[in-house]
């Protein structure tokens, strides 16, 4: 039934192998783009590691086509252009060409002038429709990470003015607005946040749960992706009882709560600036380490790129599903094996199951306390992405694309596991999971795994 | 004719071979150099070496992926085999090896260095007619992709008729012309085409690793250059 439904709705507008991925840009300078281009490529070429790798994948590329079997876009749309080596090459060409000697030679040879305004237009596009999952990387024999080039591709392009608005909006706000986070917070409005779940948890528990703020010398300093304070508070008032019943020492910082950094998704220098924020408010802190909610890109643009931007001494970083399954293992915690009476699966976020970092700990936490607890196929470190990987889940011009195209693949897995709540331990992921229940008309609702603990947790 | 074939025996194949190494040790050499001098440039030096190689060999073995596409991947592995063992390993080119270097190594027993070629024969016809076959893949190939497998084939066919010259339709000469020239060429063309991969496949994980380590403070230096230091977002 509700397959048919779906296809009506699909083929009553475009089909999906047309659906477009045009995302909003600010204005921005239009002439000369591919000189501009090529400038800020041989740039980034001169100051990183990216030429050294181009040029091995340049040479050892095989066009052996497996990748295509892993990509959940190609695996909707069939689009030749979908396939993963094909997107890579749109950059791999540009870089043969510009680049490297024989390239230019064979350039002279040939008359081909070059990059182009077409060719650019197409790389704005192909870099977007790939949500940087990185899923074709486990399918590729040579190891070759095509997410990096769709990394590197959108990082050139923001160099041109060409970069999704609402990422940009976003990060001005975190790194030069007055409330330095990307959902635009005041610092007030946070605290005053906090309050009112402090009292909430005391009407739910019984319990003076705090949520310490600027605690210095804590062993955690806590950073979750900001939206969490607006629309999470389930999340954020369990993983408070948690600390609560170990008593272990957090503390939120009041200078900067934002662990959100689009920088991994387009832009290294933004990377660095938000990582180097962070940084800075732990070190503030005096904390011990570094500790990222559930969030997915927040803990691996933390756990990725601290050590890089440190400058020596960098503090260790977890994520706090690592901080949980420890805690519950080492008996600290007691979960109430009875309250969760539904069907239960998870929903790995790529930026944290795919280089295999953090697939045990939640299924862990959750086979402790859950009966009814099913997988989706597949999973773990092969995990299809949400669809809204890569920044995309912000873009909402292109949210038809997102759910027909992008999450399909999840939708279809989502629906085969009959599940009643899938638990997403991301912010993306969560938002993303959401507008696919709503569009497939599944019966499930999207809520995070501290928000489960919340409600088992014994406090005594 | 016999001048011909003494010619793609003798000084050709010396050339090829010595143009092979030199190029793939060129290769192999500027990987690590570029490899350390990029590991210098990262900020974040905890490499997980153990854990690429065992990645790296994981994918030598078949059996964990051909559950996707395991016609193509079993079809591709067995083509592999043979191509690897084969010119390395078959009693008649360690006699040649002999001759041209100076040292010799174990020989596979000829009955196993024929299945092998056989396989790669058979695997290697499958994969052209794949890559014909299927619109996508023809649609990703590039000239070398047509070129070298059909490349292989006949050197493969022309080096089995040669070992069997009572089974061969032609004569010895001509198919030792063809198998000798052929091969030949691969060596020439392996350092400076996709073919590299066979000798930079233990480099490639540990490259691609390199690539996700930045290097700290070359945002802004990229700025820097623009002309856009300290810009706006
Ligand atoms: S990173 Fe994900 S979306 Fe992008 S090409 Fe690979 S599998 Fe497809």
């Keep these: 039934m509700a397959d048919k439904k779906e296809n009506?709705?699909?083929?009553?507008?475009?089909?999906?192998?047309?659906?477009?991925?045009?995302?909003?840009?600010?204005?921005?300078?239009?002439?000369?783009?591919?000189?501009?281009?090529?400038?800020?490529?041989?740039?980034?070429?001169?100051?990183?590691?990216?030429?050294?790798?181009?040029?091995?994948?340049?040479?050892?590329?095989?066009?052996?086509?497996?990748?295509?079997?892993?990509c959940p876009v190609y695996e909707v749309t069939g689009r030749i252009e979908d396939i993963p080596c094909r997107r890579s090459d749109l950059l791999l060409q540009v870089y043969r060409r510009h680049f490297t000697p024989s390239g230019k030679l064979r350039a002279r040879l040939l008359g081909d002038p070059g990059l182009d305004d077409r060719k650019i237009d197409e790389m704005a596009e192909a870099f977007y429709r790939c949500?940087?999952?990185?899923?074709?990387?486990?399918?590729?024999?040579?190891?070759?990470?095509?997410?990096?080039?769709?990394?590197?591709?959108?990082?050139?392009?923001?160099?041109?003015?060409?970069?999704?608005?609402?990422?940009?909006?976003?990060?001005?706000?975190?790194?030069?607005?007055?409330?330095?986070?990307?959902?635009?917070?005041?610092?007030?409005?946070?605290?005053?946040?906090?309050?009112?779940?402090?009292?909430?948890?005391?009407?739910?528990?019984?319990?003076?749960?705090?949520?310490?703020?600027?605690?210095?010398?804590?062993?955690?300093?806590?950073?979750?992706?900001?939206?969490?304070?607006?629309?999470?508070?389930?999340?954020?008032m369990g993983q408070a009882a948690l600390f609560h019943?170990?008593?272990?020492?957090?503390?939120?910082?009041?200078?900067?709560?934002?662990?959100?950094?689009?920088?991994?998704?387009?832009?290294?220098?933004?990377?660095?600036?938000?990582?180097?924020?962070?940084i800075a408010e732990a070190r503030r802190?005096?904390?011990?380490?570094?500790?990222?909610?559930?969030?997915?890109?927040?803990?691996?643009?933390?756990?990725?790129?601290?050590?890089?931007?440190?400058?020596?001494?960098?503090?260790?970083?977890?994520?706090?599903?690592?901080?949980?399954?420890?805690?519950?293992?080492?008996?600290?915690?007691?979960?109430?094996?009875?309250?969760?009476?539904?069907?239960?699966?998870?929903?790995d976020p790529c930026n944290l199951a795919r280089s295999g970092w953090i697939v045990d700990e939640p299924r862990f936490i959750l086979k402790s306390f859950v009966k009814d607890f099913?997988?989706?196929?597949?999973?773990?470190?092969?995990?299809?992405?949400?669809?809204?990987?890569?920044?995309?889940?912000?873009?909402?011009?292109?949210h038809r694309f997102r759910m027909q195209v992008a999450g399909r693949k999840k939708a279809e897995q989502l629906k085969a596991t009959g599940a009643d709540i899938v638990v997403a331990p991301c912010a993306n992921c969560k938002k993303q999971l959401g507008e696919i229940i709503q569009e497939y008309e599944l019966d499930m609702e999207v809520k995070g795994l501290h928000d489960l603990i919340l409600e088992a947790i014994i406090l005594d | 004719m016999d001048n011909l074939l003494e010619l793609a025996r003798g000084p050709l194949f010396r050339l090829a071979f010595a143009l092979m190494i030199l190029g793939t040790m060129r290769q192999?050499?500027?990987?690590?150099?570029?490899?350390?001098?990029?590991?210098?440039?990262?900020?974040?030096?905890?490499?997980?070496?153990?854990?690429?190689?065992?990645?790296?060999?994981?994918?030598?073995?078949?059996?964990?992926?051909?559950?996707?596409?395991?016609?193509?991947?079993?079809?591709?592995?067995?083509?592999?085999?043979?191509?690897?063992l084969v010119p390395i390993f078959f009693a008649g080119h360690i006699r040649l090896w002999a001759g041209a270097i100076g040292i010799t190594w174990p020989a596979l027993p000829g009955p196993i260095?024929?299945?092998?070629?056989?396989?790669?024969?058979?695997?290697?016809?499958?994969?052209?007619?794949?890559?014909?076959?299927?619109?996508r893949s023809r649609a990703l190939s590039r000239f070398q992709d047509w070129f070298f497998t059909p490349m292989i084939v006949l050197?493969?066919?022309?080096?089995?008729?040669?070992?069997h010259p009572q089974s061969s339709p032609i004569g010895y000469r001509e198919v030792m012309i063809v198998h000798v020239l052929g091969a030949d060429l691969i060596m020439l063309l392996l350092p400076f085409s996709k073919l590299i991969h066979c000798i930079l496949l233990p480099f490639s994980r540990y490259v691609n690793d390199m690539g996700w380590r930045f290097v700290s403070g070359s945002g802004e230096a990229v700025l820097a250059d623009l002309g856009k230091e300290g810009k706006p977002v």
């Design chain 1, 245 to 278: 019943a170990t008593g272990d020492k957090w503390t939120i910082g009041s200078e900067n709560f934002d662990g959100i950094n689009y920088g991994l998704f387009y832009s290294d220098w933004i990377l660095e600036r938000v990582v180097r924020r962070e």
């Design chain 2, 28 to 84: 192999v050499i500027l990987t690590i150099i570029g490899y350390l001098e990029a590991r210098k440039k990262a900020g974040d030096k905890n490499i997980n070496t153990g854990g690429l190689a065992i990645e790296t060999i994981k994918w030598l073995v078949p059996f964990r992926y051909v559950k996707k596409r395991g016609l193509y991947s079993l079809t591709s592995f067995l083509f592999h085999i043979g191509l690897v």
């Design chain 1, 374 to 398: 099913v997988e989706m196929t597949p999973h773990g470190k092969a995990n299809y992405c949400c669809g809204g990987g890569g920044g995309t889940v912000s873009l909402d011009e292109i």
């Design chain 1, 285 to 347: 802190l005096k904390a011990k380490s570094v500790l990222i909610g559930e969030c997915g890109h927040a803990s691996r643009s933390a756990k990725g790129f601290i050590t890089t931007y440190s400058d020596g001494d960098p503090l260790p970083v977890s994520n706090i599903m690592q901080y949980t399954a420890r805690v519950i293992k080492e008996g600290r915690v007691k979960l109430d094996k009875d309250k969760i009476k539904q069907r239960v699966t998870y929903h």
């Design chain 1, 131 to 236: 949500t940087a999952c990185r899923r074709c990387n486990l399918d590729c024999p040579m190891g070759l990470d095509h997410g990096l080039i769709t990394h590197l591709g959108r990082y050139i392009l923001s160099e041109i003015g060409v970069v999704p608005k609402a990422l940009v909006v976003a990060t001005r706000e975190q790194l030069e607005g007055k409330t330095g986070n990307t959902s635009g917070i005041p610092k007030a409005a946070m605290l005053d946040t906090l309050e009112f779940l402090e009292e909430e948890l005391e009407e739910a528990t019984g319990k003076k749960i705090k949520f310490p703020v600027d605690v210095e010398g804590a062993d955690f300093a806590f950073f979750v992706a900001v939206s969490d304070y607006l629309l999470e508070p389930d999340t954020l």
């Design chain 1, 8 to 70: 009506d709705r699909v083929s009553a507008t475009v089909k999906v192998k047309d659906l477009r991925c045009d995302y909003h840009i600010e204005p921005c300078d239009s002439t000369e783009r591919p000189r501009r281009f090529l400038e800020a490529f041989a740039s980034i070429l001169k100051h990183t590691n990216y030429g050294f790798v181009l040029d091995h994948f340049s040479k050892n590329s095989a066009h052996c086509g497996r990748c295509a079997v892993a």
């Design chain 2, 113 to 135: 260095s024929d299945w092998l070629a056989l396989l790669t024969v058979v695997s290697g016809i499958g994969l052209i007619a794949g890559r014909l076959w299927n619109s």
């Design chain 2, 155 to 163: 050197v493969f066919i022309t080096g089995y008729l040669a070992a």
